[in-house]
């Protein structure tokens, strides 16, 4: 069982920065292939990017690439979403997800546990 706890959402400018944070419980956390998702009002949630158990791994969405930065730090079990230039297109419910799988996975059902989400509302 994992519980993860996300953190770190807000109101930002365009251009802005944010880093959200997900802690998660548990003492096998780099078994875990974490990931991040959002969903926008009325849209479907939406993959933003992955990071395997080692951290070695890391994909992004092509909406992420370039301005978003994913990490993981086993230690304090904590994953990070670090996004910079932020558009308004990225407000968002943004939530983190722990998948029992060596791969990351692009879709939602893949993931077994989540966190309760975070809101990112970023103002023109």
């Known amino acids: 069982q994992v519980q993860l706890v996300e953190s770190g959402g807000g109101l930002v400018q365009a251009g802005g920065s944010l880093r959200l944070s997900c802690a998660a419980s548990g003492r096998t956390f780099s078994a875990y292939t974490m990931g991040w998702f959002r969903r926008a009002p009325g849209e479907e949630r939406e993959f933003v990017g992955g990071?395997?158990?080692?951290?070695?791994?890391?994909y992004y969405a092509d909406s992420a690439k370039g301005r978003f930065t994913i990490s993981r730090d086993s230690a304090k079990n904590t994953v990070y979403l670090q996004m910079n230039s932020l558009k308004p297109e990225d407000t968002a419910v943004y939530s983190c997800a722990a998948r029992g799988a060596w791969t990351i996975s692009q879709r939602a059902r893949e993931y077994d546990y989540w966190g309760q989400g975070t809101q990112v509302t970023v103002s023109s």
């Open positions: 990071v395997s158990g080692s951290g070695a791994t890391k």
